[in-house]
Every structure is written in structure tokens, then in C-alpha cells.
């Protein structure tokens, strides 16, 4: 028996020609008692749905051997979580004026805690089973948060960061200190340092800063070792608010503004001789600084300043802040 295959280009698309026989005919290109079989539109129609339902079967189980598998280790989780619930040791705890309720498997999941110690049989209980802290409630309760959870997600009060963050140290939870400093929100305001002078400046020398009345962001301004120049230690525009008292001699002098060892701004001032009013100048500039560049205020009135009752003083706000600090990026980004 004898087989042959023809293939063709059909008006519906390929489709091929399949012929058996025992034996050839005389002088004919036909098959002596061929049997013919060839695909039509609708049988390759078949053999596509075909196929598709077969993939879709397959699609479809493997959803759900996916979905067998989730809900196997979900119940199993709870079960864990279940065994644990059942299984842990209760605690209760009062804290402050506050009574909390939990698990031992809770409180010692973070290492070399101060409820290692606390749990520990040679820890003394209070007489009705429960163990007494003499720390405040109320941040106990992020305490017990971070515990439960590893992380800290509720909002911490500014009000409440620093008791907090002496908690966090208390308990032995360093990743705890971490979560508050990253919740902390920023400041409401703009960084800013002020300080006076209750120091005399002469003529012709800068004036000496030597009380603090807004303590400087570290980040931002570091005021030198001679109280005379501050270093911006972030790149950005600030304003400069300055007040220096004076008694000027005869004509117009007044107080310089230096960044670096450039003059930046001149606050004049006029007064006849020997006038027994002090003549106050004050500055009011805006200063775009880089990273180490320093400020500092002349005093060029002709004689020395008043400091008496009204001491000299000079505030510097960030307006903008950009670029990086010297020494690394600085943490306060502020715009207004």
C-alpha cells in the first residue's frame, strides 16, 4: 500500500491532499481506488478551537493549582499565627497609669531587649501576676507597636518624639529610635539662627556674635571659633536681618555686609557730631550662598558700637536650600 501527500495553496488557505493505493494507474497522474482527504475551512476551524480550549484548560488549571497553593499557606500561616496566640504566655503589663495585654512571643521578638530581663523567672511579678514599668503610657503604646508589627506606621506627635526616642533607648530598640526619626515630620517653619552682640565692635572691625538667641541648625550655619564670621554650610538663598546701633561722627557712614571677603550689601547712616543719639542701622538683604561661604558684618559707623540697650543683633533664615552641605547632604529641605 502506497501513501502520497500533495500540499496546495487552497482559496481558504494551505491545505493538503492525502491519497492511498495499491498501485498506480496507466498513463494517469491519479491514484487507482484513491481515497482523498482534505481539509476544508470548518475542519481547520475545529482544529483551532481545539486548540484553543486546550490551552485555556491548561491556562485555567494552572490558576488554579496557583490559587490551591495561596490559600494552602495562608491557612497555614494562621495556623502558625493561631499556635503561637494559643501556645505564647499572656502578659500583662501596666505602664505608667496604662494596662497593656499581650504575648511573651511579642515582646521578645526583637534580640536583647529590656523584656528579655523582664521575662526572665528571676524577674519579680506585682502580687495579681502583672509586671509594672515606670515609664510613661502613652508612648508605651508605639512601644508595643513596633513589637508586634517591626515597624512603626501611626504618626508620631512631635510633642511626644523625644520621650519617645528616650523609650527607645530605655527598652534596648534601636530600630525603634530609627522609625521615629524617619516619622518625625519636618519643621513648620523656615531654619533660621539669630544672635546678638553684647560686645563693643571699634571702627573698622567686624562685629563679634556672642549670644545665642535662635541656637543655629548645625546643618546649616556654624558660627566660628572669633564670633565674627558664620559659615553656611548648605548652598541656597537666605535672608539676612541685621541691627547695629552706632554713634556716627560727622557725615554718612555706616555697616557693611561681607560674604567671603566681598562686600555684598552697605546700610548707611547720617549724624552731626557728637550727637548723643545712637543712629541704629539695619539690614535687610537677600543673600544666595555656597557651601562654606561665610557672612559677617563690618562696623564702619567711625566709632565704636552701642551695645548698652540695644545690642546688635543678626538672623539668618533659609529661604531655599540646594545642593549638598559640606561634609554630606544636608537633612533640612525647605522652601517657601
Known amino acids: 500500500l502506497k501513501y502520497v501527500v500533495a ?33 476544508t475551512p470548518l475542519a481547520q476551524f475545529s482544529d483551532q478551537l481545539k486548540d484553543l480550549l ?5 491556562k485555567q488549571t494552572r490558576e488554579l493549582d496557583e490559587r490551591e497553593r495561596a490559600i494552602a499557606e495562608r491557612e497555614q500561616k494562621f495556623e502558625e499565627y493561631l499556635r503561637h496566640q494559643h501556645s505564647s504566655r499572656k502578659v500583662v503589663m501596666r505602664v505608667g497609669q496604662e494596662v497593656f495585654w499581650t504575648t511573651s512571643d511579642v515582646l521578645l521578638s526583637q534580640p536583647d531587649t529590656y523584656f528579655h530581663g523582664m521575662l526572665n523567672p528571676e524577674f519579680k511579678q506585682e502580687e495579681d501576676g502583672t509586671y509594672f514599668i515606670a515609664r510613661d503610657g502613652h508612648s508605651f503604646g ?19 518624639c523625644g520621650k519617645l526616642r528616650a523609650d527607645a533607648d530605655f527598652y534596648g530598640l534601636p530600630g525603634l529610635r530609627e522609625a521615629v526619626d524617619r516619622l518625625t515630620p519636618p519643621p513648620s517653619g523656615p531654619p533660621q539662627a539669630m544672635w546678638q552682640s553684647t560686645m563693643q565692635a571699634s571702627h573698622n572691625s567686624p562685629i563679634k556674635w556672642n549670644v545665642s538667641v535662635i541656637d543655629a541648625c548645625p546643618h546649616l550655619f556654624t558660627l566660628s571659633e572669633d564670633l565674627t564670621q558664620i559659615t553656611v554650610n548648605k548652598g541656597g538663598t537666605f535672608l539676612v536681618f541685621g541691627k547695629v546701633s552706632g554713634n556716627p561722627n560727622n557725615g554718612s557712614v555706616g555697616i557693611h555686609l561681607y560674604q567671603n571677603a566681598s562686600l555684598v550689601d552697605t546700610v548707611y547712616g547720617t549724624s552731626y557730631e557728637n550727637s548723643p543719639y545712637p543712629f541704629t542701622y539695619t539690614i535687610n538683604s537677600v543673600v544666595i550662598a555656597k557651601a562654606s561661604d561665610t557672612l559677617s558684618v563690618k562696623n564702619l559707623t567711625g566709632q565704636s558700637t552701642v551695645v548698652a540697650n540695644s545690642p546688635s543683633s543678626l538672623r539668618l533664615e533659609a529661604v531655599e536650600c540646594t545642593g549638598k552641605q559640606t561634609g554630606g547632604t544636608c537633612e533640612v529641605q525647605v522652601r517657601i
Open 142 to 160: 508605639y512601644v508595643l507597636e513596633y513589637l508586634t508589627y517591626g515597624e512603626l506606621h501611626s504618626a508620631v506627635d512631635v510633642a511626644h
Open 7 to 39: 500540499f496546495g495553496q487552497g482559496v481558504f488557505g494551505p491545505h493538503y491532499v492525502m491519497a492511498a493505493s495499491s498501485s498506480w494507474g496507466p498513463n494517469s497522474g491519479r491514484l487507482r481506488g484513491e481515497r482523498v482527504v482534505e481539509t
Open 54 to 58: 486546550c490551552n485555556t484548560i491548561e
